[in-house]
Nanobody, 122 residues
Framework: QVQLVESGGDLVQAGGSLRLSCAAS????????VGWYRQTPGNQRELVAA???????NYADSVKGRFAISRDNAKNTVYLQMNSLKPEDTAVYYC????????????????WGQGTQVTVSS
């Protein structure tokens, strides 16, 4: 298992920016892909950004051009830079890890963390 701790969520006005962090510990060698997800009440978690071997990235259409995922291997941390935030970006954001992008999309078997709340006011 890999332990993941999210941080950086906050209340921000529409048009503003935030950077979320995802710090990993545990069996880090098993991580090939990391994804950021978000969830609103009554809805399923949505994969919004992913990064995997070679620095490849993938984004949901709803955040493409506004969000950027990156990683710092030395710090075992993955970031989500969120710009031009909209009220519809309001959600609890989670990160998780898997062996591939496919498994991130299917739903990681790794335990979920607490998440971090992002609230965007209009």
């Amino acid at each position: 298992q890999v332990q993941l701790v999210e941080s950086g969520g906050d209340l921000v006005q529409a048009g503003g920016s935030l950077r979320l962090s995802c710090a990993a510990s545990g069996r880090i060698v098993s991580i090939n892909a990391v994804g950021w997800y978000r969830q609103t009440p009554g809805n399923q978690r949505e994969l919004v950004a992913a990064i995997w071997s070679g620095g490849n990235t993938n984004y949901a259409d709803s955040v493409k051009g506004r969000f950027a995922i990156s990683r710092d291997n030395a710090k075992n941390t993955v970031y989500l830079q969120m710009n031009s935030l909209k009220p519809e970006d309001t959600a609890v954001y989670y990160c998780n890890a898997a062996s591939s992008l496919t498994w991130l999309q299917k739903g990681p078997t790794n335990r979920w963390g607490q998440g971090t709340q992002v609230t965007v006011s209009s």
